[in-house]
Each structure stands twice: as structure tokens, then as C-alpha cells.
């Protein structure tokens, strides 16, 4: 039985590890539940950490989505009415600001692996070799850091071999400027270096700010410490069985059961019963 005081007027699921299986699939059954939460009325929101470029990618996992947040906050898209998007929100990093950030955390936690994402869309994702880079479909291409990181950015990816994304997540928020860059953990071992001020929380202001809804009205769903912001102010946080334990303990509950079991479809079926 789901611990839910009122309905919500608004979901936000993240994606990886909370909706998406570990196959890399959504299930029928989530889609049905999306589907159906949608047709009742209430916005719903896909918040990744996934960039731009891997648009298409959310529209195929979460198809009822009103809105997708996307880049950990900085790219919001309406997608409402019909096979047409509206960009809502577009934020970029100049590169050097990342590279400044990548020296600061080398210098406490040993070398790195690197990866800069290009604002410009013609711009492939490029840096060090990264062998287990987990987003076949976008293409990385092997370059010099200086070339890497020049001009505007989506955002950096840094990755250690011998420590944790949370772990170096802490070890970079200990030593790079909040008040240049904004660092964060993907979920999947990666630190991810954005725009200041950029994180899932901000991305799903824009569309709240569109309906004049607070966040007390917000129901959130998420696994990873970047997931952190929006359960911390959404009127009620729901984290998945295996989530990090920053996230439970951020979190009203748990999940029924995890990705890998439909946890959100379950958790929804059962609030559409009460809407």
C-alpha cells in the first residue's frame, strides 16, 4: 500500500535505474501506467541526466511525457500535443570552466578519464578513451583535453578507475567552485561537471512555473544522488529498493519493487486507484 496523502498534479520520474530496466528497456506495463497517469490529467516528467543528443532515446522510453528534463536540469522540452518539440530551457558551460574544474579534482583524486559534451550539435562528444562509456548511440571521438574542452559545453564527464561516482563526487565538491560549475553524480560511476545552478530540480521549476504549481503537489521517483534535488523538494519522494542511501534517506518511501520489476508502474497503478 502506497504512502500517499493526496494526489499529486504532477510526476517526475528519472530515467536510468528508476524507469529504464537494466536491459536498457521500458516495459509495457510502466508504458500502460505512464499512459493511463497521463490520461488522468497529470503532468508527467522524464528527468535525466542524459543530454540532448539523446533526445529521441527519452521520447522512446517514456512516450507520455509531457515534458522531458534533460543534461541534469539544463535542456527542458514540451513535448504535449503532437511529434513537434518546444525547447523551454537551453544552458551551457563555457569549456574551460570545465577543464579548470577537471585539473582541481586530478590534483586530490588522481588522474581521470574525460569526456567533454559540445554545445553545438554538429560538435561530436570528444576526450580521453573511455572503454565503458554506456551511451553506444552517441559517438565518442578520442582528442587532446585543450580541443576537447573548447567552447560552450552541455557538460563534462569524468570518470576514476579506482574510485566511485559518489566518492569523487565528494571529493569534487570539496574543492571546485559551485560558483562556476555545477558537479554531480550520474548513477552509473560518472561525474558529471554542469552550469552553475543546473540540477533536475531547476529543470522541473520551468514546467511548474508554466502551471503555477507548487512543489508540494509534486510526486518524484529517482535512485541516484543526482536524483537528490528534486526528491528534496518534491512534495513527496519515492526511491527505488536499491538506491544510493543519500536517496533513501531523502525519500517519504520505497518503491514496491525495483526497475527491474516495474517499481514506478506498480507504485502508479496502485495512486491511479485513488485518483
Given at each position: 500500500?502506497?504512502?500517499?496523502?493526496?494526489?499529486?498534479?504532477?510526476?517526475?520520474?528519472?530515467?536510468?535505474?528508476?524507469?529504464?530496466?537494466?536491459?536498457?528497456?521500458?516495459?509495457?506495463?510502466?508504458?500502460?501506467?505512464?499512459?493511463?497517469?497521463?490520461?488522468?490529467?497529470?503532468?508527467?516528467?522524464?528527468?535525466?541526466?542524459?543530454?540532448?543528443?539523446?533526445?529521441d532515446l527519452c521520447r522512446n522510453d517514456i512516450p507520455s511525457a509531457d515534458f522531458l528534463v534533460m543534461a541534469q536540469g539544463a535542456f527542458v522540452y514540451e513535448?504535449?500535443?503532437?511529434?513537434?518539440?518546444?525547447?523551454?530551457?537551453?544552458?551551457?558551460?563555457?569549456?574551460?570552466?570545465?577543464?579548470?574544474?577537471?585539473?582541481?579534482?586530478?590534483?586530490?583524486?588522481?588522474?581521470?578519464?574525460?569526456?567533454?559534451?559540445?554545445?553545438?550539435?554538429?560538435?561530436?562528444?570528444?576526450?580521453?578513451?573511455?572503454?565503458?562509456?554506456?551511451?553506444?548511440?552517441?559517438?565518442?571521438?578520442?582528442?587532446?583535453?585543450?580541443?576537447?574542452?573548447?567552447?560552450?559545453?552541455?557538460?563534462?564527464?569524468?570518470?576514476?578507475?579506482?574510485?566511485?561516482?559518489?566518492?569523487?563526487?565528494?571529493?569534487?565538491?570539496?574543492?571546485?567552485?559551485?560558483?562556476?560549475?555545477?558537479?554531480?553524480?550520474?548513477?552509473?560511476?560518472?561525474?558529471?561537471?554542469?552550469?552553475?545552478?543546473?540540477?533536475?530540480?531547476?529543470?522541473?521549476?520551468?514546467?511548474?512555473?508554466?502551471?503555477?504549481?507548487?512543489?508540494?503537489?509534486?510526486?518524484?521517483?529517482?535512485?541516484?544522488?543526482?536524483?537528490?534535488?528534486?526528491?528534496?523538494?518534491?512534495?513527496?519522494?519515492?526511491?527505488?529498493?536499491?538506491?544510493?542511501?543519500?536517496?533513501?534517506?531523502?525519500?517519504?518511501?520505497?518503491?514496491?519493487?525495483?526497475?527491474?520489476?516495474?517499481?514506478?508502474?506498480?507504485?502508479?497503478?496502485?495512486?491511479?486507484?485513488?485518483?
Open positions: 500500500m502506497i504512502n500517499l496523502s493526496k494526489a499529486p498534479r504532477l510526476v517526475a520520474t528519472d530515467l536510468d535505474g528508476t524507469l529504464v530496466r537494466s536491459d536498457e528497456t521500458v516495459s509495457p506495463r510502466s508504458m500502460a501506467a505512464l499512459k493511463r497517469l497521463a490520461a488522468s490529467g497529470v503532468i508527467v516528467v522524464g528527468a535525466t541526466g542524459r543530454g540532448p543528443r539523446l533526445l513535448c504535449r500535443y503532437d511529434d513537434s518539440i518546444v525547447e523551454l530551457a537551453n544552458r551551457s558551460v563555457e569549456g574551460e570552466l570545465i577543464h579548470e574544474a577537471l585539473r582541481l579534482i586530478e590534483n586530490e583524486a588522481g588522474p581521470l578519464r574525460a569526456i567533454a559534451e559540445p554545445a553545438a550539435a554538429d560538435r561530436p562528444l570528444s576526450g580521453d578513451a573511455m572503454p565503458n562509456w554506456p551511451w553506444p548511440a552517441v559517438t565518442l571521438k578520442v582528442a587532446p583535453r585543450e580541443e576537447a574542452f573548447a567552447g560552450p559545453m552541455v557538460k563534462g564527464y569524468f570518470v576514476s578507475d579506482t574510485i566511485s561516482g559518489p566518492d569523487l563526487l565528494a571529493v569534487a565538491k570539496g574543492v571546485v567552485d559551485a560558483d562556476k560549475v555545477t558537479v554531480t553524480e550520474s548513477g552509473v560511476g560518472i561525474l558529471e561537471v554542469c552550469p552553475v545552478d543546473v540540477s533536475k530540480a531547476a529543470g522541473i521549476q520551468v514546467v511548474l512555473d508554466k502551471f503555477d504549481i507548487d512543489w508540494d503537489d509534486v510526486l518524484a521517483f529517482g535512485d541516484a544522488t543526482n536524483d537528490l534535488s528534486m526528491l528534496r523538494k518534491a512534495g513527496h519522494a519515492v526511491a527505488m529498493p536499491h538506491a544510493h542511501p543519500w536517496v533513501k534517506e531523502a525519500a517519504d518511501e520505497l518503491a514496491p519493487a525495483g526497475n527491474d520489476d516495474d517499481g514506478v508502474a506498480q507504485y502508479i497503478e496502485e495512486l491511479l486507484d485513488l485518483l
